[in-house]
């Protein structure tokens, strides 16, 4: 396994030095090198460098574009998720389809574009190597004259990364509240959430337990509530930012008092989430998220016609989640 570190290029280009030679082994009675390339990343990935860019950190380090369809020389870029981390693989072929070598990547990290920069520097080192093998070094191709015309400018095309589909993933955990009752309580909550990219929906239910609140006389009350959320999320990363609403209802019940009533009253709230998602596995992952919300709807609790208690005009929701993840 690769160890990340200040010096893994180092380490890379040791031991890509001295692997290469298999990969090379078919391509010495060649007179020039150019290569064709195919990139698969795993769709369950995220924040993974397209195409486009795959082949530009390549370019950046030779100094010129090897890339040319339908070369002597194709190799095949993976990368997929492991238990453990990431896994990639640089697979060598010839026209025929036979194998020219290969060299196999891993990580314990599960940070895609830093493990695909990885990716395009051992890459650049191989060319670069059989280049020097071959003795010919990497040069652009020769432009092609008409014998009527001038040199035509080159045509530039672009590929478009492929789209990824939506993902979607259901969570749940314990929360607890501080601003939803008396004292702080303790609830759970339930949610789906579908994302696109870098954008997420997220629609949850949550449920506080009773809280009883007491004075020194005996009287009191006890408060629960249970609430609908939504949040749409903008995600760096594992970390997320969203915007959140809260709908709901507040219960109440009267205790130690003449005339007990369980009145109800709509709540809503609006504020801000911030979350951060760990992973566990390709499939699993642990979310903490915190959520600070203003009270549109403040209500005051009354006994014997005296205020007791009133919301506050702020809370605070503190949540950990596991979420499954479905692609």
Do not use: K
């Not at 070369?71 to 095949?76: C, L, P, R, T």
């Not at 896994?87 to 020219?100: C, I, K, M």
Request: charged residues 15%; positive net charge.
């Amino acid at each position: 396994m690769l160890q990340w570190g200040v010096t893994r290029r180092g380490a890379w280009t040791v031991c890509l030095s001295l692997t290469v030679f298999a990969a090379a082994g078919t391509a010495r009675s060649a007179t020039s090198l150019s290569v064709s390339l195919s990139y698969d990343v795993d769709p369950s990935l995220r924040d993974c460098p397209g195409e486009d860019e795959f082949r530009r950190h390549v370019v950046e380090q030779l100094g010129t574009d090897p890339f040319r369809d339908g070369a002597s020389h194709h190799v095949d870029a993976r990368v997929h998720p492991s238990e453990r981390g990431l896994e990639g693989a640089l697979v060598w072929t010839n026209p025929t389809g036979a194998s020219e070598g290969d060299r196999r990547l891993s990580s314990a990290s599960r940070d895609c574009a830093e493990f695909v920069r990885g990716m395009t520097f051992a890459l650049a080192v191989q060319i670069q190597f059989l280049n020097q093998l071959l003795g010919t070094p990497l040069e652009p191709p020769p432009a092609v004259v008409s014998p009527a015309r001038e040199i035509a400018p080159p045509t530039v095309t672009t590929t478009p990364a492929p789209r990824r589909p939506p993902s979607f993933s259901v969570s749940v955990g314990p929360v607890g509240s501080f601003g939803e009752a008396p004292t702080a309580s303790a609830g759970a909550e339930l949610s789906g959430a579908a994302r696109l990219r870098a954008f997420s929906l997220d629609l949850g239910a949550r449920a506080t337990l009773p809280v009883t609140f007491r004075q020194a006389d005996g009287t009191g009350f006890r408060t629960s509530t249970l609430a609908g959320t939504l949040a749409v999320c903008g995600h760096l990363r594992r970390f997320a930012l969203c915007p959140l609403m809260a709908l709901g209802r507040l219960q109440v019940s009267g205790l130690g008092v003449d005339d007990a009533h369980a009145p109800a009253s709509t709540t809503a709230r609006v504020g801000l989430r911030a979350a951060f998602a760990q992973p566990l596995s390709t499939r699993l992952a642990a979310v903490l998220h915190a959520d600070g919300a203003y009270t549109l709807t403040p209500r005051t609790v009354t006994l014997n016609q005296l205020p007791v208690w009133r919301t506050p005009t702020l809370g605070l929701a503190v949540g950990i989640d596991l979420a499954v993840l479905f692609r």
